[in-house]
Structure formats: C-alpha cells, structure tokens
C-alpha cells in the first residue's frame, strides 16, 4: 500500500480509529504509526476528536467484583520492570512499591489481631497461615469447622483518611462488630452508614461507630463464600429513604474466615 | 471531553502518580474514571460479563502503561476511552462470531430506523461537542449513520453492510467519505 499518500494516510487513520481498518492492514498500519510522527499525529486528531461521541453515554458504575479482580491480577501479574522515572528520588533506598493486593492483605494481616478478638480466636484466618509473622497464636487443637457458625470478616478503610473498620458479620446471630481506628475529619453531622450489596440492591445493616466499638444488626438468610460491603455518607441518623443517597466511600468484600 | 480542566489536572496527576506505582492513585483514578469506560464497554459490548473483562483489562493496561501517558495524547479521559474503545474493538473481533449477526430482514439488535431518536444522535447533541456536533450534522444521512455504528457497535464494514442493508463497496464509500467531510470540517 502506497502510505506516502497523505490523504491515504489520513483516511487509514481515521478508519484505523473508528475501528473499520481490521486485519493485517491494522497491524500493518500500527507498525507504520510507531515509526512516522506524522501517522501518530493523525491517529491522536482522530482520537481526541472522536472521543466526544463517547462523552455524554451516561456513565456506569461497574460491579465492585471487577475492582477485586483487577487487584487480584494486579498481584499474580509478573512485576513489569520499569525504569526509575524520577530522578530525584533515592533509588537505592525506595522500596519497591506494593501492589494494591498487597497492601490489602497486609492491613488484613494487621487487622487479624482484632478479626481473632471477635471472633474469638476459634480458627487461623485465612492469610495469617502464610504471613511470615503469625499474627493470632491459634490453638492448634482447632475443632472441627464445621461444627462452627460461619463468620465473615473485613476491611474497609476510607481513601484518603486513616479511617478503617474491622468488621465481623455473624449470620448465626444475626449480628456484625465493628472496630473501629482512625478518623475521619470531615465527617461532621454526618453519619456513615454499612450497606450489605445484595442482587435485589443495597441493604442496610445500620450506621457505623465513629470511635471504640459497634454492633449492627444483621438481616435474616445471609450465606455465600462472599459477601460485598459498603459504607455511603449519609445525613445524621442515616439515610432516610432506606437507600444510599450519598457518595459511597469504600466498598469491599466481606470473606467467610471460619 | 466534558472534564472540567480542574478535574483533567488532577487526572493528570492521579496519573502520573499511577504510573509510579502509587496504589492510592491508582484507586482513584479508577473511581473517577471507571464509570465512563464502563459506559462505553456496555454499549459496545451489550453483555456485562464482556463489559467487565474489559475494564478489568483496561485498567490493567492502565496500571502498567501509565507512564507512558503524555498530555500529546490527549486529555486523560480521553486516552483512558481510547484505551477501553481499541481493548472493546479486539474483543469484538475474538468474540463477535458468537454474536448472531442479525439476519436479511430481521430486526437490528439496535434499531436505527428512526435516527433522530437514536443514543448517538442525543450524544452528538449534548452541548460541549460543538463541532463534532456541528460536523456530523453535515454529513449526509448514511454517512452519519455508518460512521456513528461503526464507533457505538464497533461493526466491520461487512457488518455495517448486513446491518444498513446495502452493498459492501456502497458502505466503505459510506464510512469513507462521511469521515473524508469530517475531517475537512473539523479541520476548519
């Protein structure tokens, strides 16, 4: 194909944009756009300019799922080898940074002393077994687990504060602990709200201790190997309508521990 | 895009930061952004299982090449939908086949009898796209629709042709010159 033809040149961009170029003429093209400037430069007029057909599709909200998964990728991924990019920073002494993943295991991990206080320190949690430090000193004389209620646990931390709950939601009698750390200083009147996500929408299971300890209630009938959480802001006292109706500041999985 | 350039500076930054390695960052550069590739993958995608697997894909992609991020390439929306536009393209392309193609006579799965009631032209209308609004309506009515299904359904021009029902070298002309006038009026 003859590329020095510049309205060709044009017009394959804009194909190759809109998604009509296919095949081996697309590869082909990309291997020509990563050597010419002025391809790329074409291919970008045409990205940015037909970007604003996409603009105003209402947005969506994905599924917490997909973000757990994405962090679960994120930490089996190979670790992609990058270049120190900035310069000022001490290389030799900056640690490597850890994966989104990690650092929720860790905080599980750190948590465990408080998860092994409320639930009792029946059974080790899952992640405690292969931390290097032993959090919890289980028994090892554990009963058998299936003579013991389930009980969920988890984390949720607010981005961007030092806010966080360790929560523990036992369907046996119908109640959840929260233990909370940290604060949120632009709380205010406000108060924050626990939502249970469930196929029929979110479910309140009550609003959340700002400091010390709580206890919620939880609804009739709850099971699964996970359970999905949420904490919305709400106006004092909670929502009024029984849904959220503010923004929702963290979401997470509730994991069945025992 | 409709990004005010207060919130395209902090993207920039959440960006920049992603690509250091800065988990936070990257947080809430997915909560800020997720909801619109979502939006994108859905409609071109139509099955949430897909919607999902891309944008886990893409964010992905996103946590590993945010470096490679530069304001050149537009405004970081505007990179991130691109991202979640050409990953929705290769699926299609791996997936469509189990996708029945509706047949000579039936319905579309997406009815664009009317065009003035479709998604795509309600878009185009919004405020805040100006000229692309401006030039699309200066294309002629195959033109505008071929280009608009090519970009919403991500339809080849085989596709395009069973769908709008006419000749394949009619459609490519179609596409071709609805995107010829655009860039010309764009250009302007």
Known sequence: MKYDNPKLRQMLAAEYVLGTLRGLARRRFERLARSETAVRSE???????????????????????????????????????????????????????????????????????????LIGSRAPLPGAIDAPTTVASAPQAVPAPAALPPVYVALLRVPDTDLQWTLALKPESDEVTAVVSGSYPKLGERSLELWLITDAGPVSLGLLPTTGEGRLKLPDGVSGAQLTLAVSLEPAGGSPIGKPTGPVLTSGPAIKAV | MSYSTADNERLVYLLADTGLGDQRAFAQLYEACSSHLYALLLRMLKRRDWADEALQDCFLRIWQ?????????????????????????????????????????????????????????????????????????????????????????????????????????????WVRRGLARLRECLDR
Not at chain 1, 44 to 61: H, I, V, Y
Not at chain 1, 86 to 108: D, E, M, N, Q
Not at chain 2, 132 to 159: I, N, P
């Open chain 2, 65 to 173: 090449k945010a470096d490679t991020y530069a304001p050149e390439k537009g405004t970081p929306l505007t990179w991130l939908m691109t991202v979640a536009r050409y990953r929705a393209l290769d699926l299609l392309r791996m997936k469509r086949p189990e996708v029945e193609m509706p047949e000579e006579g039936d319905e579309a799965p997406m009815t664009f009898a009317d065009v003035s009631e479709s998604p795509e032209d309600r878009a185009v209308e919004q405020e805040g796209l100006g000229m692309l609004r401006d030039c699309m309506q200066d294309l002629q009515d195959e033109q505008k629709r071929s280009v608009l299904l090519a970009y919403y359904e991500g339809y080849t021009h085989q596709e395009l042709a069973q769908v709008m029902d006419a000749p394949l070298g009619t459609v490519k002309s």
């Open chain 1, 43 to 117: 291919i970008r007029f045409w990205e940015s300019r037909l970007a604003g057909l996409a603009a105003n599709l209402k947005p969506q909200s994905p599924p917490p799922s997909v973000w757990f998964s994405l962090l679960h990728r994120i930490e089996t991924q190979p670790p992609v080898v990058t270049p120190i990019r900035r310069p000022v920073a001490p290389a030799p002494a900056a640690p490597a940074p850890a994966s989104p993943w990690r650092i929720v295991a860790g905080l599980a991990t750190a948590a465990g002393v408080a998860i092994a206080v």
